[in-house]
């Protein structure tokens, strides 16, 4: 396949054994990880667990990946898009609450054959927000909730991060569309999420006025309950960090509070997490379990 799936729209030539594009994986989908996760926001885990699907490989470049090994690293393993439907019913089986697909992007071709006939639990798409808006209008319908992160505004720190200056735009426009598709946010009697879009922001060292800047952005694009905003703190330096010296630490509780706040005064409905979340501990290992 000539891949124009996400907003690189590179034309790499993926194949069954080979990927020269900037995901550097081949057409068929690789796993790194399948298994019950209890720490994702509340609508999502429950009591019992998300289903968690761990894609390798990344079209977007993060230079602090906490998944980074997966990611760039790309360990994983190839698997068919039977086999993949089949990991989602063992998942269910378990009692998952849903089927949360991490990082799905650049595999959403197999993904979509996959979800051709309907799950019995909603299907999370967990992406960067790096999405192409065509490729979203392809999982419509076969997507319950959307959870893309919104890492930036900024387009010189999209490119200086992620290396990607466009991801402002494109993210942007990726979020209306989901929010098209699903509507405003539903949850059902538990409190679990049947349907809508949970956009995330990671608050990076010193950007503290770029995760005002996203809230601002979810405040003034969707009326009041049409979506859920989750504030996350649990920044740990990972992936290539190190190089970058104004990111190589956590975020200070001062930064973290400011944000907090901002967050209450814009009455936005979401989450914020707990300072002790910035600990490599919630990162899962990439061990193949479950595929």
Same mark, same amino acid.
């Given at each position: %396949?000539? /891949?124009?799936?996400?907003?690189?729209?590179?034309?790499?030539?993926?194949? =069954?054994?080979?990927?020269?594009?900037? /995901?550097? %994986?081949?057409?068929?989908?690789?796993?790194?990880?399948?298994? #019950?996760? %209890?720490?994702?926001?509340?609508?999502?885990?429950?009591?019992?667990?998300?289903?968690?699907?761990?894609?390798?490989? /990344?079209?977007?470049?993060?230079?602090? /990946?906490?998944?980074?090994?997966?990611?760039?690293?790309?360990?994983?393993?190839?698997?068919?898009? @039977?086999?993949?439907?089949?990991?989602?019913?063992?998942?269910?089986?378990?009692?998952?609450?849903?089927?949360?697909?991490?990082?799905?992007?650049?595999?959403?071709?197999?993904?979509?054959?996959?979800?051709? @006939?309907?799950?019995?639990?909603?299907?999370?798409?967990?992406?960067?927000?790096?999405?192409?808006?065509?490729?979203?209008?392809?999982? =419509?319908?076969?997507?319950?909730?959307?959870?893309?992160?919104?890492?930036? #505004?900024?387009?010189?720190?999209?490119?200086?991060?992620?290396?990607?200056?466009?991801?402002? =735009?494109?993210?942007?426009?990726?979020?209306?569309? %989901?929010?098209?598709?699903?509507?405003?946010?539903? #949850?059902?009697? =538990?409190?679990?999420?049947?349907?809508?879009? #949970?956009?995330?922001?990671?608050?990076?060292?010193?950007?503290?006025?770029?995760?005002?800047?996203?809230?601002?952005?979810?405040?003034?694009?969707?009326?009041?309950?049409?979506?859920?905003?989750?504030?996350?703190s649990q920044y740990v330096p990972c992936g290539r960090a190190s190089e970058y010296p104004e990111i190589n630490r956590r975020a200070r509780n001062s930064e973290i509070r400011a944000a907090e706040a901002y967050f209450s005064a814009l009455n936005l409905d979401g989450f914020t997490q707990?300072?002790?979340?910035?600990?490599?501990g919630f990162i899962p290992d990439f061990d193949l379990t479950g595929v």
């Amino acid at each position: %396949m000539k /891949c124009s799936i996400c907003p690189r729209k590179c034309g790499a030539e993926r194949t =069954e054994t080979v990927g020269n594009g900037v /995901c550097a %994986m081949p057409e068929p989908p690789v796993l790194a990880r399948a298994a #019950l996760h %209890m720490w994702e926001e509340p609508p999502i885990s429950g009591t019992r667990g998300s289903g968690t699907v761990f894609f390798s490989g /990344c079209s977007l470049k993060c230079v602090f /990946c906490q998944n980074d090994e997966i990611s760039h690293g790309n360990f994983g393993k190839p698997i068919t898009v @039977e086999r993949l439907r089949e990991i989602f019913f063992e998942l269910i089986a378990q009692g998952a609450h849903n089927i949360n697909l991490v990082n799905p992007t650049h595999f959403s071709h197999a993904i979509a054959k996959a979800l051709a @006939e309907p799950l019995p639990v909603p299907v999370v798409w967990n992406s960067g927000g790096y999405d192409e808006v065509n490729t979203l209008r392809a999982l =419509e319908g076969k997507v319950q909730i959307y959870m893309p992160d919104l890492k930036y #505004l900024d387009s010189a720190a999209a490119e200086r991060y992620s290396g990607a200056p466009d991801y402002p =735009e494109k993210a942007a426009a990726a979020i209306k569309e %989901m929010v098209r598709q699903t509507g405003p946010y539903e #949850l059902d009697g =538990e409190g679990l999420l049947k349907k809508g879009v #949970l956009i995330r922001h990671l608050i990076l060292p010193g950007r503290v006025k770029e995760a005002k800047a996203v809230m601002d952005f979810v405040a003034e694009q969707f009326p009041p309950h049409t979506v859920l905003f989750s504030l996350m703190s649990q920044y740990v330096p990972c992936g290539r960090a190190s190089e970058y010296p104004e990111i190589n630490r956590r975020a200070r509780n001062s930064e973290i509070r400011a944000a907090e706040a901002y967050f209450s005064a814009l009455n936005l409905d979401g989450f914020t997490q707990e300072l002790l979340s910035a600990t490599e501990g919630f990162i899962p290992d990439f061990d193949l379990t479950g595929v």
